[in-house]
Each structure stands twice: as C-alpha cells, then as structure tokens.
C-alpha cells in the first residue's frame, strides 16, 4: 500500500525541540524528493521544507530556517523533521508529502500535530 | 514572495458549476495544481497543471490557466465536493512550493 505515515507529534512548551518521523512504504523512497508542509488550527497550507532523493540538498520557508532541519534514511525508508527553539506559530498540523511531477505534491500523510503552549 | 490569492468561499447549487480562481502576477506562465481538503483529512491532490487527473478523481473536474489567473471547475457539483480547495505553484528558482489561501466550497 502507497503510504506515508507520521509521528512524533506532542505538545511541548516554547523553546523546546520535537522530532517528527514519516515512514514511507508501497514505493521508491529512496528516488523521491520529499517536503514537510504544515497547517495551523483553522488556517491554510503552509509550505515548510524540502530535501532531495540523496538527502544533498534542503530548503527551508522563511519561517523556519534555522530552527527546523529536515533530513532522511533510505536504508530505513524513513523522512524526518528536527524542530528546535519552538515558538507559538509552529503549533500545526505537519504532513509528510511526497514531490510529484512539475512541482505537484501528490502523496500526502495524514498529519501530526503539534503544539506549542506555555 | 509570491502570493496567490484565493477568494475565501464560493457557493454552488448542486448540478451547476462551481469555478474557483487562484491569481497571481503573471501566474499563467507557471504551472499550477490543486488540492481538496474535506473537514479533518489530509489534502488529496485533485488536478494536475495540465489537466490530468490523478487516479479516481472524476472528470467533472478541470483546470485552465491564463494572464494573472489560473482556475479549477467543478462541474455537475454534488454534495461530497464540499471542501476547501487550494492552488499551488512551484517556484522554480528553489524548492519552494507556495499555496494560495484556500477556498471553501459549499454545495447548498
């Protein structure tokens, strides 16, 4: 089955770090790109992160550079986020999404939520 | 950045056809796909920039995209497209994927 599964979510206070995870089965990993997208209570998509196939390359939204770091093991079929110095505005819903044809998003997890509270 | 700008809700009868707009500077030069969100599920990507559609979405769906304005249409609407639907480009000068703001589709 072509899937996409995440973990890891929690609340955490501010300032703390959380680990997401996306285990990924029923297709090639280790020949996608993937991104992290994220959505807030009641709001829109946001774009979040991207990484390569090979893991060689990362790109971050604005919002996020340098307090989130995404990376990946192929041998492990598995895609992660590294969110550290959380803030109030990170608390979302982050899905795991596979890159698909002329920069479409076409396999989505079914999200973990996060939340960030004092 | 580049902002794509969605209204925030259209209304259809059901059996008419819903038209939802995503406009940006020169956007028609881009490629644009789009996503349904139902209430408490993970976006599904509906329709491709060139009009294909993935597996076991209908063809009652379809996209044009021209100028400063790319469109999805709903035809023939039914009750189980209520949903919130957004566009999506890529920035091709990095990774970066930008949504527009979503539009809430109401079948009534």
């Known amino acids: 089955q072509v899937q996409l599964v995440e973990s890891g979510g929690g609340v955490v206070p501010p300032g703390r770090s959380l680990k997401l995870s996306c285990a990924a089965s029923g297709f090639t990993f280790k020949i996608s790109p993937m991104h992290w997208v994220r959505q807030a209570p009641g709001k829109g998509l946001e774009w979040v992160s991207f990484i390569s196939y090979d893991g060689t390359a990362q790109h971050y939204g604005d919002s996020v550079r340098g307090r989130l770091s995404i990376s990946r093991d192929n041998s492990k079929n598995r895609l992660y986020l590294q969110m550290d110095s959380l803030i109030l505005e990170d608390t979302a819903v982050y899905y795991c999404?596979?890159?698909?044809?002329?920069?479409?998003?076409?396999?989505w997890g079914q999200g973990t939520l996060v939340t960030v509270t004092s | 950045s580049y902002v794509l700008i969605q209204p925030p809700s259209v209304s259809v009868a059901p059996g008419q056809t819903a038209r939802i707009t995503c406009g940006g500077p020169?956007?028609?030069?881009?490629?644009v796909h789009w996503y349904q969100q139902r209430p408490g599920r993970a976006p599904l990507l509906v329709m491709f920039d060139d009009g294909a559609r993935p597996s076991g979405i209908p063809e009652r769906f379809s996209v044009s995209n021209s100028g400063n304005t790319a469109s999805l249409t709903i035809s023939r609407a039914e009750a189980g497209d209520e949903a919130d639907y957004y566009c999506q480009m890529w920035d091709s000068g990095s990774a970066r994927r930008v949504f527009g703001g979503g539009t809430k589709l109401t079948v009534l």
């Open positions: 999404v596979r890159d698909g044809v002329r920069g479409s998003l076409d396999l």
């Open positions: 020169n956007i028609g030069s881009n490629s």
